[in-house]
């Protein structure tokens, strides 16, 4: 699935805020544009593709293999595909929240960093 139609099929689902859909179990794959740890147990990803993002919700307790690694092979601009579960963040953002995480691609090259506004 490619993020923009992850987006199309869960932006207009009703997910209250804070809770997953654990019975449906979603992949896809994009290009990591944002790399943010909240802590040893917590990581946000920015994954893009075509012009759509959409948040990377990947937490310790529902990561089944070394969340530690997340840590250390992650980079920015690399490709990674993603298992995992649909739903909103507390603060009511669509996300993903994996079960699984592979890289696909590293980047070799440093990608120029996208001007907001």
Known sequence: MTVQQFREKYDQQKIENGSFLEDKTVALTGRIMGL???????????LCEDNSKIQVFATAANYTDDFELLHKHLRYGDIIGIEGHAGR?????????????????????????????
């Open 89 to 117: 963040t507390k603060t009511g953002e669509l996300s993903i929240r994996p079960t699984k995480i592979e890289t696909l691609s590293w980047c070799l090259h440093q990608l120029p960093r996208q001007q907001e506004g």
């Open 36 to 46: 943010r740890s909240s802590g040893a147990k917590l990581i946000f990803i920015d």
